[in-house]
């Protein structure tokens, strides 16, 4: 006998929408499309800041509910690149804003690196390993201080997408 439980879903604190409950048999597509509307989301706030996603991932919890294997959680990771100022508007020095950048990047590489910790799936795992990659090739461009940093992190940040 088939069996399709019906999931209850609650939303993370200000996170926007409306928690409607699902049968099992169509917990993905209701999980995935409030993750999708997440990323939307942060789209719109990346582009409202002058910024661009470098990065996102969308990571279900599936468990097996009654007869069907269901979304009983989603979760959304975005990371938004937002360029520096023109160089007549700029406050800080030269300095200042390497480290800045500097310290981005370093956060960001700590983040991806408690990723890889936990993260089972080999393929999910490589493509963090060529992400760190990056952004560590990334840091060193910065560390060197060469004089177009900005455009090649934003490069090699790029291709992170």
Known sequence: M???????YKLDPGEPG????????RSIIRVLSQEISNLI???????????????????LDLRKRGSFLAAVAGRTQVFIYTPGTKSSERTHSLGSELQDKQQEI??????????????????????????????????NILKAS???PELLVGVLLDSLV
């Open 106 to 139: 370093e956060r960001k590489i700590l983040e991806l690196e408690r990723q890889l910790k936990t993260e089972t799936d080999p393929l999910e795992r490589e493509r963090l390993r060529e992400d760190l990659e990056r952004l560590k090739l990334a840091l």
């Open 18 to 25: 409306i928690p409607h409950s699902a049968p099992a048999s």
């Open 146 to 148: 060469l004089r177009a």
């Open 2 to 8: 088939i069996s399709n439980p019906v999931l209850g």
């Open 41 to 59: 989301y942060f789209k719109k706030e990346a582009l409202r800041e002058g910024g661009t996603i470098i990065y996102s991932n969308i990571a």
